[in-house]
C-alpha cells in the first residue's frame, strides 16, 4: 500500500482545548502534539475525555476554547470537511456505519466521489489481505448482517482506504481479539515507520500503549495529567497517572494491563514450554467459584438450528443448560453463532428448530423474553441496548415501567426518585436522570445498560462482551455484578472474546464452532492445546 508521504510541516498540535456538555467538562485546556513518524498513546479511564478529543480534532465536535494547528493550519472549530482533506482520518470506537447498505457501499462512502463498486471491492480486498481484517468475502454483505466484530474491521478498513497522513484511532482493539490486535498494531508501527504518518491512538489498556507507542499522554477527567516517552514508563506509573491513585483498589484486574501479552486467542497455535507456563501462571482460575444454589435451571436449550440470511447455518443443533447460580462461559472466534444465539434469547429472531426453556416460566414464547424471566447485555449497546435520545432515566426502565407508572401512565417523580437509586448504586457518571444517554461515556452507557437489566432480577443474564472497551475499573465493576447475580440465584450466560474474563468470572466454560457446542472445560483443567482445537471446530475435540 502506498501513502502520501507526510512532511516535515504536518504535525498536529492542540493547545488549550476545552469542550463541554452543559455541566460536564469533557475536555478541559488539553495540549498535546503529534509529529509526522510516531505513535503517540492517548491513555486514560472510560469517561476521562479520549473520544471527545479525538472527535474535536477530526472536526466532528465543535470546541469552546483553545485552538488546534496540523500542517501549519489552524483548523476552524468543527471544520470536518477541511480535517478530511488536509488528511485526517479517525476510526471510531463506537460504529459510524449504514447498516442497511454493505460493506462495499460503507467503504465507498468514505471514499467520496463517485461510487465504483468493482474498484471498491478490489481496494477492500486489497487492505483485508494486508490487514487480515476478513473482509473480502463480506464485500456484499449488509452491515446489519455482519457480528460487531467484523463490523469493528470495516470501520479501520474506512480509515485505511483514503490513504491518512493522521490516523485518529480510538479504542481500535476494543472488539479485536489479542491475535488480532498485535497484528493490527504491528501494522500501524510499520506505517509510521515506513511512510512517516502520525498516529494518535486511544485506549485504556497499559500493555496496548507500551508495545505500540513512542510517547504517552494520559487523561484524567479531560485534563492531561502525564505526558512520556512509553522507553521510561511502566505499567505501575502509567497505572497510577491514570486511575489517580494505588492499584490496590482495582486488584482482581491488574492482569488485564498487560493486554496483548497473552499469547492464548481463537486463532492462535498451542502453547509449550515456557509460553504455557506463563499462561497458567498469569491465568488463575476464577476467583469465585459459582454454584447452582438451589438445583434448579435458569435457562435449558435443545437442538437449537437457524440459518442465516444468505442460507450459511448459524446454529446447528446447539443444545446447553445454565444453572440457577452458576456463570457459565462461551468462548468461540468471532462468527461462529454467538450473536445468533443471542438473538433468539433476546427474541430478535426466530429459531427454525429446538427448544428454549427458562425458569421460572416453563414456555419460550414472546412473553417470557419480555417477563423478568431474562435479562440481555448485548455485545453492541447502540443497536440493541439502549436508545441514545432518550435520558438516563428513561433508559433505566426501557421496556420495564413496572413500578413507576399507573393506569398507563409514566409517573415522573417515581421515574426520576429511582433512576437516581441505580445511577448512585452502579456509579453512573452523568449530570442527573434527565440527562440525554449520548452525553455519557462509552463505559457509563453500559453502566445504564447493565443496571436496567439486573434491577429486574432476572433468573437468567446473558451477557454478551459486558466489559468490551471498558477501563480497568469499570471492569471490576461489571465482574462484581455479574458475580453478584449469581449469588443471588441467577443464572449468567456470558459470551465473551476475553479468554482472562471468561476464566476469573465461569465456573464452565463451553466452546462454541460453527453454530454447535463442541466441549466443554473447567477453569482447573484447561488446557491451551485442547482448547485451541475446540474453538477451531477441529474433529478430534472432546468435551470433558
Request: proline share 4%.
Amino acid at each position: 500500500m502506498t501513502y502520501g508521504r507526510p512532511t516535515a510541516g504536518t504535525t498536529l498540535e492542540a493547545r488549550g482545548v476545552t469542550k463541554t456538555y452543559g455541566r460536564i467538562v469533557a475536555c478541559h485546556e488539553v495540549s498535546l502534539r503529534v509529529e509526522p513518524g510516531e505513535v503517540v498513546g492517548l491513555l486514560g479511564q472510560n469517561g476521562a475525555g479520549k473520544s471527545t478529543l479525538l472527535k474535536v480534532i477530526r472536526g466532528l465536535e465543535p470546541h469552546d476554547s483553545g485552538s488546534i494547528t496540523y500542517a501549519g493550519e489552524t483548523l476552524r472549530s468543527g471544520d470536518h470537511r477541511r480535517a478530511h482533506d488536509l488528511g485526517i482520518a479517525m476510526v471510531h470506537q463506537e460504529l459510524s456505519l449504514v447498516g442497511a447498505l454493505s460493506v462495499w457501499e460503507n467503504v465507498a462512502l468514505a471514499q467520496g466521489g463517485t461510487l465504483r463498486r468493482n474498484r471498491t471491492i478490489e481496494r477492500i480486498c486489497q487492505l483485508s489481505d494486508e490487514f487480515s481484517l476478513g473482509l473480502g468475502k463480506e464485500v456484499d454483505s449488509r452491515v446489519d448482517s455482519l457480528p460487531v466484530a467484523i463490523r469493528q474491521r470495516i470501520e479501520i478498513a474506512k480509515c485505511l482506504v483514503t490513504e491518512p497522513r493522521l490516523m485518529l484511532l480510538d479504542e481500535p482493539t476494543a472488539t479485536l481479539s489479542r491475535e488480532e490486535a498485535t497484528h493490527l498494531f504491528g501494522i500501524v508501527r510499520r506505517l509510521v515507520d515506513d511512510s512517516s504518518i502520525a498516529v494518535l491512538v486511544s485506549s485504556h489498556r497499559l500493555g496496548e500503549i507500551l508495545d505500540v507507542a513512542d510517547r504517552v499522554v494520559v487523561l484524567r477527567n479531560g485534563a492531561v495529567t502525564g505526558e512520556m516517552p512509553t522507553s521510561r514508563a511502566t505499567e505501575a506509573i502509567l497505572a497510577r497517572e491514570m486511575l489517580g491513585g494505588d492499584l490496590a483498589a482495582v486488584p482482581e484486574v491488574t492482569t488485564l494491563l498487560g493486554f496483548g501479552k497473552l499469547s492464548v486467542t481463537a486463532n492462535a497455535p498451542a502453547m509449550r514450554g515456557r509460553q504455557r507456563a506463563r499462561f497458567e501462571q498469569e491465568v488463575p482460575g476464577p476467583l469465585v467459584a459459582n454454584a447452582s444454589v438451589d438445583g434448579g435451571i435458569a435457562l435449558e436449550i435443545h437442538g437449537l438450528s437457524l440459518a442465516r440470511p444468505n442460507g450459511a447455518t448459524a446454529l446447528s443443533d446447539l443444545s446447553l443448560t445454565v444453572a440457577r447460580g452458576e456463570i457459565v462461559g462461551i468462548v468461540g472466534a468471532d462468527g461462529n453463532g454467538q450473536t445468533e444465539l443471542v438473538d433468539v434469547l433476546s427474541n430478535r429472531r426466530r429459531a427454525e428448530r429446538g427448544t428454549v426453556v427458562l425458569a421460572p416460566l416453563p414456555h419460550a414464547d414472546r412473553s417470557t423474553f419480555q417477563s423478568p424471566a431474562i435479562g440481555v447485555v448485548p455485545s453492541d449497546r447502540h443497536r440493541h441496548g439502549c436508545v441514545l435520545g432518550m435520558s438516563v432515566a428513561e433508559n433505566l426502565f426501557l421496556g420495564n415501567a413496572r413500578g413507576i407508572s399507573r393506569h398507563h401512565l409514566m409517573r415522573k417523580k417515581e421515574l426520576s426518585r429511582r433512576a437516581r437509586q441505580l445511577i448512585t448504586e452502579y456509579g453512573i457518571e452523568c449530570e442527573g436522570p434527565d440527562a440525554p444517554l449520548w452525553t455519557l461515556s462509552g463505559g457509563h452507557q453500559q453502566r445504564v445498560v447493565l443496571a436496567r437489566e439486573l434491577a429486574g432480577h432476572p433468573s437468567l443474564l446473558v451477557v454478551d462482551q459486558p466489559t468490551r472497551g471498558l477501563d480497568v475499573a469499570a471492569v471490576e465493576a461489571v465482574w462484581s455484578r455479574l458475580r453478584k447475580a449469581a449469588a443471588d440465584g441467577a443464572g449468567v450466560l456470558l459470551i465473551s472474546s476475553d479468554l482472562i474474563e471468561v476464566l476469573h468470572l465461569a465456573a464452565r466454560i463451553l466452546v462454541i464452532s460453527r453454530g454447535s457446542i463442541t466441549g466443554q472445560l473447567t477453569p482447573e483443567s484447561l488446557d491451551a492445546e485442547t482448547l485451541g482445537l475446540m474453538i477451531g471446530g477441529s474433529e478430534t475435540s472432546v468435551a470433558r
